[in-house]
């Protein structure tokens, strides 16, 4: 049984492949990469980081780009729109 409104899942199916700023991600940034509605979870993509670490005086964690992981669709679906 499907715990998510429509609504959010195709919100979400619209932004597939862009980028959003991700508190998650090791550079503060992501992409959305796919969508598991049954398992209730979204794929996320670390993308290059347009900030600069304070404690580094450089780029943040870069290193990481392309790496993937879960969110929860709630969090996800947050970060993009509200």
């Known amino acids: 049984m499907n715990i998510y409104s429509d609504s959010k899942i195709a919100e ?5 492949g862009k980028e959003v ?6 550079t503060l940034r992501a992409k959305l990469v796919s ?4 398992e ?3 794929t996320m993509e670390v993308v290059k980081s347009p900030y600069v670490s ?3 005086m450089g780029s943040l ?3 990481k780009v392309g790496m993937r992981y879960e969110r929860p669709i709630a969090y996800v679906w947050n970060a993009y729109f509200f």
Not at 12 to 16: G, P, R, S, T
Not at 21 to 26: A, G, L, R, V
């Open 12 to 16: 979400l199916v619209k932004v597939i």
């Open 21 to 26: 700023s991700e508190n998650f991600s090791p």
């Open 35 to 38: 969508i598991n509605e049954f």
């Open 40 to 42: 209730g979870v979204c």
């Open 54 to 56: 304070m404690v580094q």
């Open 61 to 63: 964690n870069n290193d």
